[in-house]
């Protein structure tokens, strides 16, 4: 069974920065790709960033220049480095491994919580 624990959150100011992580278990298969979602209170979840195996990344347009996702090769660890973080970053952050092969699907991790105080 795959898991997928995510660590990193916390309380930060405005302008600060953040690096969350994320590690799938319970699974040799490479996932196809890695994302980072995230849910502020009352709001649906939404994208942030993925990364592709191969290094394919893609991010939303409201981290463009402020966040990085990296994945060290076909692992299944992926990391987001949030910098400049804005109130309107705050909520809790979510990490999906998919799969194509093996464990057929898409993962999600329990979220860690981002706090922006402004």
């Known amino acids: 069974q795959v898991q997928l624990v995510e660590s990193g959150g916390g309380l930060v100011e405005a302008g600060g920065s953040l690096r969350l992580s994320c590690s799938a278990s319970?699974?040799?298969?490479?996932?196809?790709?890695m994302a980072w979602y995230r849910q502020a209170p009352g709001k649906q979840r939404e994208f942030v960033a993925s990364v592709a195996n191969g290094d394919p990344t893609t991010y939303a347009d409201f981290v463009k220049g402020r966040f990085t996702i990296s994945r060290l090769g076909a692992k299944n660890t992926i990391w987001l480095q949030m910098s400049s973080l804005q109130p309107e970053d705050t909520g809790t952050y979510y990490c999906v491994a998919q799969f194509a092969v093996g464990p057929v699907g898409d993962h999600w991790g329990q979220g860690t919580q981002v706090t922006v105080s402004s």
């Open positions: 319970g699974t040799r298969v490479g996932a196809k790709t």
